[in-house]
């Protein structure tokens, strides 16, 4: 028998809603961190005194096997697979409908918990009637204090301090900082707006009563409007710090193709929308501040990118000017005309042909790279100049003008590499191993194997009694003394190996050493350590860029360039002729708008579902539009969809147009 969820439009089991002698039902939405899943899964099966517990994970659809790979290894555990990735609040509403515990706790996949956490979470509750969510205190990996676990809802104030940095400003203020509640103690038990959707233990009627998550909101966004509405029904939240996790923040994300920033502001658009739509001038205001913040965090984000590029600028212009000097006998010997079109031309040339080689956004300014992109610059501006032959002031001076930027780039390049050495930016991180001495032995092996010549290990410490001579001297030392071990070795990185570490012991050693910006790595096993992708953390790697090169700066530029171009031309020379033709189809119109306007592309997804709505917009045609999309079932259209992100290049938009053109659907 089964049952229909009013709330997610999904079939579940009907004895899901059926009371039990539950005390708490763990329901826990992955999506591709299967590793990271299995370390929390352990992490629930300490011990926790003699509370009944059912755990369910809602899997969402993940590529990396995790139902197949983890339900042997936890047979206790009820793993609910979806057919496609419905978003954290979506899939949430699935497991909250299965649950049969009073008492529901929303916890996310990259979650440690405290062997005490459960019990000591459980035993507030009851303590405490009126309160509907309450969350505990929750660490980053280095030990600080996530500020997101108790926080104030973004009323049009509160949004105010949090957008135009009023908050970081004054973080003690009981005024501006009222979105992290910065000014109050980390410490302390008391009611807050709301807490962190990586760790909300809920009152289970309380929580089916308002209905669940909201599905409109994909990611982010749905606790803060969780804990409004549970506010709304006549219930508090409260932070209660008795307890500590550890949240590994944007694992998920960093897996998928998800655009953090941008789905963040959206679901703080959508919240506003939703619970102060009232004010027009409020939430014309929060678009403002959103397109701002954004603009500020991409900038921050590529700073050193956007510094190096204002350099080579500055330097094409003064290197052209002493070039003129040189030719001519003057700075600025040239006609009338000329100005400011030389020195507004110029400069775009050549910063347009670096980029496009990939000089500045998507690796690390280097010499040879700068030489392409300056031979690229002469051959456009040489040919140029025989379309506009009044500019053809003397070939010689542009010559000149490469040769000089040259050395002007290569002298920049060479500075910062030595001013990254100097400060030490290119040092390798040094990494302190936790755990039996066999596990250490092997994940210290496989990163050796993996990224030796990012890693310097320091040494091990170990969980075990010694049990002989250690003939590398590799072991330094016991986990009765780690903080004191990290402290004395300069470590950069702890990587913990095994089950057999309290994590209690672990977050109060974590937290002495959260002011060094040490990073703290749980692998359960050896062979989790390369899987967790520790490796590639410890050494700044990213592969998603990689994964999607349509996320390359080059591609979305051109691509935005295309689609500008493209809509403005079949705006003005192909609307007459729709008109003409009398065509039937209203949306042809708004969708060309819509490309001007950046809401869609022209070669795009069908439709983009899930994650890969952050990595490519809705095209007018595509890959599936060109498959007749209305015979074929969701899973083949993400497929195509995943297909066209992951194989992107100019040459198969091009096959798309001209298929779309010739298709008679």
Same mark, same amino acid.
């Given at each position: 028998?089964?049952?229909?969820?009013?709330?997610?439009?999904?079939?579940?089991?009907? /004895?899901?809603?059926?009371?039990?002698?539950?005390?708490?039902?763990?329901?826990?939405?992955?999506?591709?961190?299967?590793?990271?899943?299995?370390?929390?899964?352990?992490?629930?099966?300490?011990?926790?005194?003699?509370?009944?517990?059912?755990?369910?994970?809602?899997?969402?659809?993940?590529?990396?096997?995790?139902?197949?790979?983890?339900?042997?290894?936890?047979?206790?555990?009820?793993?609910?697979?979806?057919?496609?990735?419905?978003?954290? *609040?979506?899939?949430?509403?699935?497991?909250?409908?299965?649950?049969?515990?009073?008492?529901?706790?929303?916890?996310?996949?990259?979650?440690?918990?405290?062997?005490?956490?459960?019990?000591?979470?459980? @035993?507030? #509750?009851?303590?405490?009637?009126?309160?509907?969510?309450?969350?505990?205190?929750?660490?980053?990996?280095?030990?600080?204090?996530? #500020?997101?676990?108790? @926080?104030?809802?973004?009323?049009?104030?509160?949004? &105010?301090?949090?957008? $135009?940095?009023?908050?970081?400003?004054?973080?003690?203020?009981?005024?501006?900082?009222?979105?992290?509640?910065?000014?109050?103690?980390?410490?302390?038990?008391?009611?807050?707006?709301?807490?962190?959707?990586?760790?909300?233990?809920?009152?289970?009627?309380?929580?089916?009563?308002?209905? %669940? $998550?909201?599905?409109?909101?994909?990611?982010?966004?749905?606790?803060?409007?969780?804990?409004?509405?549970?506010?709304?029904? *006549?219930?508090?939240?409260?932070?209660?710090?008795?307890?500590?996790?550890?949240?590994?923040?944007?694992?998920?994300?960093?897996?998928?193709?998800?655009?953090?920033?941008?789905?963040?502001?959206?679901?703080?658009?959508?919240?506003?929308?939703?619970?102060?739509?009232?004010?027009?001038?409020?939430?014309?205001?929060?678009?403002?501040?959103?397109?701002?913040?954004?603009?500020?965090?991409?900038?921050?984000?590529?700073?050193?990118?956007?510094?190096?590029?204002?350099?080579?600028?500055?330097?094409?212009?003064?290197?052209?000017?002493?070039?003129?000097?040189?030719?001519?006998?003057?700075?600025?010997?040239?006609?009338?005309?000329? &100005?400011?079109?030389?020195?507004?031309?110029?400069?775009?040339?050549?910063?347009?042909?670096?980029?496009?080689?990939?000089?500045?956004?998507?690796?690390?300014?280097?010499?040879?790279?700068?030489?392409?992109?300056?031979?690229?610059?002469?051959?456009?501006?040489?040919?140029?100049?025989?379309?506009?032959?009044?500019?053809?002031?003397?070939?010689?001076?542009?010559?000149?003008?490469?040769?000089?930027? &040259?050395?002007?780039?290569?002298?920049? @390049?060479?500075?910062? =590499?030595?001013?990254?050495?100097?400060?030490? *930016?290119?040092?390798?991180?040094?990494?302190?191993?936790? %755990?039996?001495?066999?596990?250490?032995?092997?994940?210290?092996?496989?990163?050796?194997?993996?990224?030796?010549?990012?890693?310097?290990?320091?040494?091990?410490?170990?969980?075990?009694?010694?049990?002989?001579?250690?003939?590398?001297?590799?072991?330094? %030392?016991?986990?009765?003394?780690?903080?004191?071990?990290?402290?004395?070795?300069?470590? /950069? /990185?702890?990587?913990?190996?095994?089950?057999?570490?309290?994590?209690?012991?672990?977050?109060?050693?974590?937290?002495?050493? +959260? %002011?060094?910006?040490?990073?703290?790595?749980?692998?359960?096993?050896?062979?989790?350590?390369?899987?967790?992708?520790?490796?590639?953390?410890?050494?700044?790697? +990213?592969?998603?860029?990689?994964?999607?090169?349509?996320?390359?700066?080059?591609?979305?530029? $051109? @691509?935005?360039?295309?689609?500008?171009?493209?809509?403005?031309?079949?705006?003005?020379?192909? =609307?007459?002729?729709?008109?003409?033709?009398?065509?039937?189809?209203?949306?042809?119109?708004?969708?060309?708008?819509?490309?001007?306007?950046?809401?869609?592309?022209?070669?795009?997804?069908?439709?983009?579902?899930?994650?890969?709505?952050?990595?490519?917009?809705?095209?007018?045609? *595509?890959?599936?539009?060109? =498959?007749?999309?209305?015979?074929?079932?969701?899973?083949?259209?993400?497929?195509?969809?995943?297909?066209?992100?992951?194989?992107?290049?100019?040459?198969?938009?091009?096959?798309?147009?001209?298929?779309?053109?010739?298709?008679?659907?």
């Amino acid at each position: 028998m089964h049952a229909h969820n009013l709330i997610t439009g999904t079939t579940v089991p009907e /004895d899901a809603s059926l009371t039990s002698s539950i005390d708490i039902s763990v329901v826990i939405v992955n999506y591709n961190v299967r590793e990271f899943l299995h370390e929390c899964l352990s992490s629930l099966s300490r011990p926790h005194t003699n509370l009944q517990l059912e755990v369910i994970v809602v899997d969402n659809n993940s590529h990396d096997n995790s139902i197949g790979t983890l339900q042997p290894l936890f047979p206790d555990v009820r793993f609910l697979g979806l057919d496609s990735n419905l978003g954290f *609040g979506r899939a949430n509403n699935v497991g909250i409908e299965a649950a049969r515990g009073r008492y529901i706790l929303l916890l996310n996949p990259d979650t440690i918990v405290q062997e005490d956490t459960l019990e000591s979470m459980i @035993r507030y #509750m009851d303590e405490h009637p009126h309160v509907g969510i309450s969350g505990c205190k929750v660490l980053n990996a280095d030990g600080s204090f996530q #500020m997101q676990c108790r @926080r104030g809802f973004p009323s049009p104030w509160t949004s &105010f301090c949090k957008l $135009f940095g009023l908050q970081a400003l004054f973080p003690k203020s009981p005024l501006f900082a009222r979105y992290n509640q910065t000014f109050r103690s980390e410490d302390e038990t008391y009611m807050v707006d709301a807490v962190i959707g990586a760790f909300m233990f809920c009152r289970a009627d309380a929580l089916r009563a308002i209905g %669940g $998550f909201d599905p409109d909101f994909f990611m982010y966004g749905e606790d803060l409007d969780l804990c409004f509405r549970m506010k709304q029904s *006549g219930f508090e939240t409260a932070y209660v710090p008795i307890t500590t996790i550890v949240h590994y923040k944007g694992e998920s994300t960093r897996r998928s193709s998800i655009n953090e920033l941008r789905v963040f502001y959206q679901a703080m658009e959508i919240f506003a929308h939703k619970h102060y739509g009232h004010s027009k001038l409020f939430l014309l205001f929060l678009k403002a501040g959103i397109r701002l913040r954004s603009l500020v965090a991409y900038v921050m984000r590529h700073k050193r990118s956007l510094l190096v590029l204002f350099i080579d600028v500055l330097s094409v212009i003064a290197t052209f000017v002493l070039a003129v000097k040189l030719r001519r006998g003057a700075y600025l010997a040239l006609p009338n005309y000329a &100005f400011p079109t030389v020195f507004i031309v110029l400069p775009l040339v050549v910063a347009g042909c670096m980029i496009l080689v990939g000089e500045y956004f998507e690796y690390r300014p280097t010499i040879r790279r700068a030489a392409v992109g300056l031979l690229a610059s002469f051959f456009v501006l040489s040919s140029l100049t025989y379309y506009w032959n009044e500019y053809a002031f003397s070939r010689g001076v542009l010559l000149m003008t490469i040769g000089f930027s &040259f050395v002007a780039l290569s002298i920049t @390049r060479a500075c910062l =590499s030595l001013l990254e050495r100097l400060s030490g *930016g290119g040092k390798r991180r040094r990494v302190l191993l936790v %755990g039996t001495r066999d596990h250490v032995m092997t994940a210290m092996n496989a990163l050796r194997h993996e990224h030796a010549p990012h890693i310097e290990f320091v040494g091990a410490v170990q969980e075990d009694e010694t049990d002989g001579i250690d003939e590398n001297r590799s072991i330094i %030392g016991h986990v009765d003394y780690l903080t004191r071990t990290v402290e004395n070795q300069e470590v /950069d /990185d702890v990587i913990v190996v095994g089950n057999e570490l309290s994590y209690t012991m672990l977050m109060q050693s974590m937290q002495a050493l +959260s %002011g060094r910006g040490v990073r703290f790595h749980i692998a359960g096993e050896p062979k989790h350590v390369v899987a967790l992708g520790i490796a590639e953390t410890i050494s700044s790697q +990213s592969g998603l860029v990689d994964r999607y090169r349509i996320l390359s700066f080059r591609v979305r530029a $051109f @691509r935005r360039v295309f689609d500008i171009v493209g809509s403005i031309l079949a705006l003005l020379i192909l =609307s007459p002729l729709r008109i003409l033709a009398r065509s039937k189809r209203r949306t042809w119109w708004s969708d060309w708008w819509n490309v001007l306007r950046g809401r869609m592309s022209i070669v795009g997804l069908y439709p983009p579902t899930g994650d890969l709505a952050s990595v490519a917009k809705p095209g007018f045609t *595509g890959l599936a539009h060109v =498959s007749h999309p209305e015979e074929l079932s969701p899973q083949t259209l993400q497929e195509l969809n995943e297909y066209y992100v992951q194989n992107y290049r100019p040459s198969l938009d091009l096959d798309i147009i001209i298929k779309s053109l010739f298709s008679h659907r």
